[in-house]
């Protein structure tokens, strides 16, 4: 698995720079965890790999083919249920019970076929992440997966992010340090 | 409802000429000859056959040229003067300059795709300018397949444009289709009796007829309607 790196990238919005040089090698199949104030450009710096913004400057290099993601919102269609959410954006190969094996390991089971818009915020999170889980990636990058979720569902969902994303480079981005810690990744500040 | 047929009631016996205000009985019993006469249902089948027709070419127009124009901005510039010209005109203007074209057999059907045309158009480009562009973005991020965009994203936004849209072009395409046979009266439709009936001044057909034309137009509406809201729900969970 090749490495992603990102050498001097800079964005700024009308006068605001919000990234100014930024450089660091993400390691193919390595999880890193970045922490940052809010407004630092994390999400910024996760559009930019996503390719939904362009960086004025800078050079993106080992950018794999297929990234799957959790954005900063969870990005769902509201009258689809879990499962439809699901099956749209991951290959024909992913059968519907390896779906519902994910759902239920993040603690919906019984929610898989009821519409999004029925669903509570901490469980559309959780679809959210079962849908970068399942879909067919060599990157993974998470905003903020944990927003909306107590602490015992945050170590649930940790427990299957780590078990789900061996081999994978998993970034991610989280105001708490816990997290870091508990999904063994290497701290990057912003 | 049943208030406002006694208030109906109350002002013909006030008025008390039936030429100038008919009673709702009267209207009922004129309605039950009429659906009791030759060629009634002839004449129902002529002018819904017209005016159905003008809106599903007009539904189908509209929704394409919305497609186009949600695609392509210059489709759009281009489209807007046609489109404001056609909902800006009257009616009646039309439908002269019609009759100068063509012959009145078919002036219902003109008339009625004319004026679903801009409204459908409208309707489902607002509802394609609606679509959450965020949601695009994780398609985009996903490598989401058009099918599964269009039946996720896109249908789920157009919907309520779309059902409000027609709700709205199924009741002009009926007032405008009558008022267009009313205008050219082709033989054997709705406004050939509506015109007569009032050249005669057969009052009570002209409320008989008018009752017809409004069940005739809410059954169309609430049939079309739950059909295109079964269509997307259908849609929803397949």
């Known amino acids: 698995m090749k490495d992603l790196t990102l050498t001097n990238i800079s964005k700024s919005f009308g006068e605001k720079q919000v990234l100014c040089g930024f450089t660091h090698c993400f390691k193919g199949g390595s999880r890193t965890c970045i922490m940052g104030a809010s407004g630092k450009g994390k999400t910024t710096l996760f559009n930019i790999i996503l390719g939904i913004i362009k960086a004025d400057s800078g050079i993106i290099s080992g950018l794999p083919e297929r990234i799957s993601a959790v954005f900063q919102e969870d990005r769902l269609s509201e009258p689809f249920s879990a499962v439809a959410n699901?099956?749209?954006?991951?290959?024909?190969?992913?059968?519907?019970?390896?779906?519902?094996?994910?759902?239920?390991?993040?603690?919906?089971?019984?929610?898989?076929?009821?519409?999004?818009?029925?669903?509570?915020?901490?469980?559309?999170?959780?679809?959210?992440?079962?849908?970068?889980?399942?879909?067919?990636?060599?990157?993974?990058?998470?905003?903020?997966?944990?927003?909306?979720l107590d602490d015992a569902m945050r170590e649930q969902v940790i427990s299957v992010i780590l078990s789900r994303t061996k081999g994978k480079t998993l970034i991610f981005a989280t105001h708490d340090t816990r997290d870091p810690i508990a999904l063994s990744a290497e701290l990057l500040e912003l | 409802m049943l208030s406002a047929l006694l208030v109906w009631q109350l002002a013909s016996y006030v008025v008390g000429s039936k030429l100038l205000l008919v009673s709702p009985f009267d209207v009922v019993v004129r309605l039950v000859g009429l659906v009791g006469e030759e060629g009634f249902f002839a004449t129902l089948g002529f002018s819904f056959s017209r005016i159905a027709l003008g809106f599903f070419s007009g539904l189908l127009c509209g929704t394409l040229l919305a497609l186009l124009a949600g695609r392509f901005k210059l489709a759009e510039i281009l489209l807007w003067?046609?489109?404001?010209?056609?909902?800006?005109?009257?009616?009646?203007?039309?439908?002269?300059?019609?009759?100068?074209?063509?012959?009145?057999?078919?002036?219902?059907?003109?008339?009625?795709?004319?004026?679903?045309?801009?409204?459908?158009?409208?309707?489902?480009?607002?509802?394609?300018?609606?679509?959450?562009?965020?949601?695009?973005?994780?398609?985009?991020?996903?490598?989401?397949?058009?099918?599964?965009?269009?039946?996720?994203?896109?249908l789920p936004a157009i919907k309520p444009f779309a059902v409000s849209g027609c709700r709205v072009a199924l009741g002009l395409a009926w007032k405008s289709g009558v008022a267009a046979e009313l205008i050219g009266y082709p033989k054997g439709s709705i406004g050939e009796s509506l015109y007569y009936s009032k050249l005669y001044l057969y009052t009570a057909d002209l409320f008989a007829w008018t009752v017809v034309i409004i069940i005739l137009s809410v059954t169309f509406e609430k049939l079309f309607v739950f059909l295109l809201k079964k269509a997307f729900e259908r849609s929803e969970k397949a």
């Not at chain 1, 029925?118 to 990636?137: D, I, K, N, P």
């Open chain 2, 81 to 154: 003067p046609y489109m404001i010209t056609v909902k800006s005109v009257p009616v009646a203007s039309i439908v002269v300059i019609a009759l100068v074209w063509m012959s009145a057999k078919n002036i219902s059907a003109l008339i009625s795709f004319l004026m679903v045309l801009p409204i459908v158009y409208t309707n489902i480009l607002e509802g394609i300018r609606s679509v959450d562009r965020k949601m695009l973005e994780m398609a985009d991020v996903f490598g989401m397949r058009f099918s599964k965009r269009l039946r996720l994203i896109w």
């Open chain 1, 86 to 148: 699901i099956k749209a954006v991951v290959p024909k190969s992913v059968s519907e019970s390896e779906m519902l094996s994910c759902l239920a390991e993040l603690g919906l089971q019984g929610s898989e076929h009821l519409p999004v818009s029925e669903l509570s915020g901490g469980m559309r999170r959780r679809v959210a992440v079962a849908r970068a889980l399942l879909a067919e990636s060599e990157l993974i990058v998470l905003d903020e997966p944990f927003k909306g």
